[in-house]
């Protein structure tokens, strides 16, 4: 198996190259400068051409290009040409917003996706199947923003019952934070032992996880639904059912076991999806995360950071896929790794 | 049936949600965090906190006057009054300011404010070659007059310097020995980028871009706050102003920033939030499209008067800007005294005079295809440059718009490539040198700069006669000159000038609005009422 690992990891470097060329070919592609935006407008030629040195600009583009691929595979990603802080540390703390809202999102669009699907599949095209189908699809056809905005102007500006944007209230920012071991909210909570920050936490997270996970919701559900249609026509089911084997088991332990690779092919999608940040949610929620963070490199030219953040996660697909092939084997055991 | 570890792990989390419902024994309570608080809601972030760094103005508006300050500064009617100078006198060539500095004055570190702390800030300013550097360009040399004075000399004669020095622009005093100690490579840009050592009455505490910037006390500030003054101000980074509406309807802001026109009514109706709509001339107040002046047909006077005929003036003011905008005439605003000059030509729609002057240019017949650019993001250009198109259109013009991200728009303008493309004006400093030097001087018909190829010895002559000259009547005569010139020549079509609308809840009180400022909200004088805590 660690064959299988070190092979599938080895054969990601060109992935990566490709990833860094690609990033840094489209940002010289934009016909505009990014040193302007920095200079200000009162700058002369001499200044412009300083920081123009100072930032490495003024190399050819081979020669960066080079820089950035060299830079990666030391996991040095430079350091921004807007904010000159380290990409490094700049896109770890950006990540960890998306980290944080996709795995509580992930969650959610799993336990409401997932028996979802099966319910549908068991009673397959029955009222419960329609029904369901129906309010799932609205996550994928209905905009992200509108659903963003509706949800956030539902339950906070009208009912008030959850809070609007940000990660913790004023009070527990300002009294009792909780130590920033991870950076993230609910996680740091939960090490300190700090209750009311974590219950301040979730409530701040329920809003805009919820969002993102409508979309993916639908996907996981119709995905879980065609597996386990599929499983359920099998033969061996029929043998299971008139061996006397009840229907609960049947098609929780040995229909959904056997659909399980196709679901865990799924969910893996759907969890890169999720780690991509969405920057319409982060936008309307103020919880910043990768996608803010890679669209105001894009917008300003900023080449490190738009190289750093597409290999981040490029990086994160990679190794999201190579943990679902892994565990392919704990579901069907036919499939070994030599 | 569930397993005994998952009933374990369920009762574990109802038995912490219980917990955390209990009363908490805590210093402050709610309420004293609120009344403590400043909260602000803002649409952008700067992009550095270092004042000979930082070139963009909401950058300017997050550092003066809460970080940093300046030595003098604008009163509520635009006078220059004393800030970090109590006193000053200017030699009669203009050429000699002397700077009493008030005693006692310490930065955020401790360090005292003195005239060694002045030149140390001018040279770091000349050193790094960014910021405002190139607004006191003319400054030659700074040195200390005893007892506890800094006498600047400048090598030309520049009349707005001391409006310079009171705008934002003008807040460049930072502590020496903070630059010192976190020198590192690049003379402390690195560290200055999210760290402050002002006079200011705040510090920054922390700031985590695309969230919000804290503020706190600065201990060592030489004013005064009031006794329940706010000791914590927090700007939080709301990009969707529906977000922003509802985050100060329920109380979550105490200051919603730069209210986009269809907001102002419904946040006005609102009881608890107060609308204010100023006059912000620091803040961006005019919305005009200039034309290409080097390219044909726009070469043309005539061209360009006749376009400016075309535009129906009275549709874009009331259906784009409503009650916060009316139309410009030249490129000052209105409440912009004495400056403005209310005897330029102000172009009003005249379809004829439009067909005429085409005409006699020759071009009747003719059409042209051209691009319109506006700024990415900008719904107003968008909507604006939509009746444009269509006031235009009969005359053969045919717009085509086209969004453009800052950096694209930037490079549009300073390499000279576009056809008609949007500009918003504001003033760097209160002084009408300021905008009409920028947009219109020849030599700023060059790399980086913002002249849209309309270049005229005339109008030279005139703005630089004007930055000699230190009478104000003189002043005034070359400025109107300039404006009717300008107005006449038509390099631009002056389409409005726009008021500037923040919302702010009840419970605040003691911010003032300085006009030659604009959205500067000066935090030190504040206070919340605690009958106005918001109830959930």
């Known amino acids: ?338 | 049936m569930m397993t005994r570890s998952t009933l374990g792990l369920l009762t574990a989390c109802l038995l912490a949600v219980l917990v955390s419902a209990l009363p908490v024994v805590n210093a402050q309570s709610p309420q004293q965090v609120w009344q403590e608080t400043l909260t602000i809601g803002a649409v952008d972030e700067p992009q550095t906190f270092d004042p000979h760094v930082n070139v963009t103005q909401i950058g300017g508006q997050r550092l003066y006057p809460n970080l940093y300050e300046g030595l003098v500064r604008y009163g509520p009617d635009g006078k220059i009054e004393p800030m970090l100078a109590t006193e000053w006198t200017v030699s009669r060539d203009g050429l000699t300011y002397t700077f009493t500095l008030r005693p006692g004055v310490r930065f955020s570190d401790g360090t005292p404010f003195n005239a060694q702390a002045v030149k140390f800030a001018f040279d770091r300013l000349r050193a790094i070659g960014r910021g405002p550097v190139n607004v006191f360009a003319e400054v030659k040399a700074i040195e200390p007059v005893e007892p506890n004075a800094a006498r600047i000399t400048l090598s030309e004669p520049f009349s707005p310097f001391l409006s310079a020095l009171a705008s934002w622009q003008g807040a460049l005093f930072l502590s020496p020995k903070v630059v010192q100690d976190n020198a590192g490579t690049d003379n402390a840009q690195r560290y200055m980028t999210n760290h402050t050592a002002g006079t200011g009455p705040y510090v920054l505490q922390s700031w985590e871009p695309e969230k919000q910037i804290v503020l706190v006390r600065n201990p060592y500030y030489w004013g005064r706050f009031p006794r329940n003054g706010v000791s914590r101000v927090v700007y939080r980074t709301v990009r969707e102003p529906a977000t922003g509406a509802q985050l100060i309807l329920r109380g979550d802001l105490d200051i919603l920033e730069q209210l986009v026109p269809e907001f102002v009514d419904i946040l006005g109706r609102t009881t608890g939030v107060n609308v204010q709509t100023r006059v912000s001339l620091g803040g961006s107040y005019g919305v005009h499209m200039h034309f290409n002046s080097k390219k044909a047909p726009f070469t043309d006077v005539r061209v360009r008067q006749a376009l400016s005929y075309a535009v129906d003036y009275k549709r874009i003011v009331t259906q784009v800007f409503g009650r916060l905008g009316q139309q410009a005439r030249g490129p000052l605003p209105e409440e912009f005294k004495p400056w403005f000059n209310d005897k330029a030509i102000q172009y009003s729609q005249d379809l004829n005079r439009v067909r005429a002057l085409l005409r006699e240019a020759g071009l009747d017949g003719r059409t042209f295809r051209m691009t319109l650019g506006w700024q990415a993001g900008n719904r107003v250009q968008l909507d604006v440059g939509q009746i444009l198109k269509e006031n235009l259109a009969p005359f053969g013009f045919d717009l085509q718009l086209q969004e453009m991200t800052l950096p694209v728009w930037r490079e549009a303008i300073w390499k000279n490539t576009f056809d008609v493309i949007f500009v918003q004006f504001s003033l760097a400093y209160a002084d009408p040198d300021a905008r009409m030097w920028r947009a219109y001087h020849s030599s700023e018909f060059r790399n980086l700069g913002f002249n849209p190829g309309w270049l005229n010895k005339q109008y030279d002559e005139l703005l630089e006669q004007a930055r000699r000259e230190s009478r104000l009547e003189a002043r005034k005569r070359l400025y109107d000159e300039a404006q009717a010139l300008l107005t006449r020549e038509a390099p631009t079509i002056f389409l409005a000038t726009v008021l500037y609308s923040y919302a702010v809840r009840d419970a605040v009180s003691g911010l003032a609005w300085i006009p030659s400022y604009g959205p500067f909200f000066a935090a030190a004088p504040v206070q919340k009422d605690p009958a106005g805590f918001p109830r959930r």
């Open chain 1, 1 to 338: 198996m660690w064959a299988f690992v070190v092979r599938r990891l080895l054969t990601s470097i060109p992935v990566f190259v490709a990833i860094v060329t690609i990033a840094f070919a489209a940002t010289l592609a934009v016909p505009a400068d990014p040193v302007a935006m920095l200079v200000g407008e009162d700058a002369t030629s001499a200044q412009y051409e300083r920081i123009r040195r100072e930032l490495g600009l003024d190399r050819p583009a081979w020669q960066q290009w080079l820089g950035y691929v060299w830079g990666t595979a030391h996991g040095n990603f430079g350091y921004s040409l807007r904010t000159r802080q380290p990409v490094n540390v700049d896109v770890w703390r950006f990540f960890r917003g998306t980290l944080e809202l996709g795995l509580f999102a992930f969650v959610i669009a799993v336990t409401a996706g997932v028996p979802a699907g099966i319910w549908s599949a068991v009673r397959q095209n029955g009222l419960t199947d329609h029904v369901l189908r129906i309010l799932t699809l609205g996550g994928v056809a209905a905009p992200v923003f509108w659903t963003a905005l509706m949800a956030q102007w539902i339950l906070y500006g009208k009912l008030g019952w959850l809070p609007g944007i940000g990660q913790f209230s004023d009070f527990i920012q300002f009294t009792s934070p909780p130590p920033a071991i991870t950076g993230m909210a609910t996680i740091d909570s939960l090490l300190a032992g700090n209750w009311v920050a974590l219950r301040d936490a979730l409530a701040h997270l329920v809003l805009p996880a919820s969002v993102l996970a409508y979309r993916v919701v639908a996907v996981i559900a119709r995905m879980t639904r065609s597996a386990m249609l599929d499983v359920l026509h099998e033969d061996y089911i029929r043998t299971a059912r008139s061996l006397g084997i009840g229907e609960r088991s049947v098609v929780l332990r040995h229909a959904l076991k056997n659909a399980g690779p196709l679901i865990l092919t799924v969910l893996g999608i759907a969890f890169g999806q999720l780690l991509q940040g969405s920057i319409l949610v982060e936008t309307v929620f103020s919880w910043p995360g990768l996608g803010l963070y890679i669209v105001k490199g894009i917008v300003t030219l900023d080449y490190p950071v738009v190289i750093g953040v597409a290999v981040v996660i490029s990086a994160f697909y990679v190794i999201v896929n190579l943990f679902v092939d892994l565990l392919y084997p704990v579901f069907d055991p036919r499939i070994r790794y030599a």
